[in-house]
């Protein structure tokens, strides 16, 4: 039983995908862009569906426009404090949390000059968002295991704003604000009620791809079992001996 998915199985338009695997792409982009808001068959933008369909606009444009819809923001915007709505915008279409309070603070500087269409669009049109997804990859959870240039503070606040996959994001309060503020590290946090995981009783499998010569290992792969209360130290002990973390399930 997964404790968390971690990086999701990429999912991308191609030029041979068949309408099925199309709904369910466009299924993911709702998912990952409205932080798993129920949406009613009204709600659905059948306009720019039938534009991504017909290859008229890439899954990077219809991204952005799911992103700039007055579903998104009566979901993100109006309801919610900026801070937290910039958190969700780092989420839902970065796949990560921000990683300092400079760039929250570079955001509200953008969405105060700019207006809100360049606060999405500085997300959409980044050289992050195209090195990670390009023109036709749905964006995904990405900093939920090791990556080059992501502090590991950024993985364990990625987490916080997941919560499982029984949460939305219809929470208005910023759940990082004291943490990116302050420059304080975070905790791991068990997931939501409702999801894979309710007490922290659980043990964990961490598997590790060896990522230095400080981790000893033959075939370059280790496995670490743990209590939830030794997670957080254990996923920094592995960042900090060089190790890419592959995954995180938990265990009977």
Do not use: C
Request: overall charge positive; charged content about 25%; proline content about 3%.
């Amino acid at each position: 039983m997964s404790l968390w998915a971690i990086d999701s199985p990429k999912i991308e338009l191609r030029p041979n995908t068949s309408e099925s695997e199309l709904q369910t792409l466009i299924r993911a982009v709702y998912k990952q862009v409205l932080g798993n808001a129920h949406l009613l068959e009204s709600e659905r933008l059948a306009t720019i569906e039938s534009q991504l369909r017909d290859r008229n606009i890439s899954v990077r444009e219809f991204v952005n426009s799911v992103a700039k819809s007055e579903l998104y923001q009566s979901l993100f915007f109006n309801s919610s404090f900026q801070n937290r709505f910039i958190e969700l915008n780092f989420k839902h279409l970065l796949g990560r949390a921000p990683a300092d309070q400079a760039e929250i603070s570079e955001h509200v500087r953008i969405y105060n000059e700019q207006g809100y269409d360049a606060e999405i669009e500085s997300y959409i049109d980044s050289e992050e968002y195209q090195q990670n997804f390009g023109e036709n990859i749905v964006p995904y959870p990405r900093s939920t295991s090791s990556q080059i240039g992501i502090k590991n503070v950024t993985f364990n606040r990625t987490f916080t704003l997941l919560r499982g996959v029984a949460s939305s994001d219809s929470d208005r309060k910023a759940k990082l604000i004291s943490d990116v503020g302050s420059n304080l590290a975070t905790s791991i946090k068990a997931p939501a009620a409702g999801s894979s995981v309710s007490s922290t009783s659980k043990r964990f499998l961490i598997k590790v791809v060896k990522g230095a010569a400080k981790i000893p290992s033959r075939l370059g792969k280790l496995e670490y079992v743990v209590n939830y209360n030794q997670l957080s130290r254990q996923v920094q002990n592995i960042h900090r001996t060089g190790g890419k973390i592959i995954s995180i399930t938990e265990v009977a």
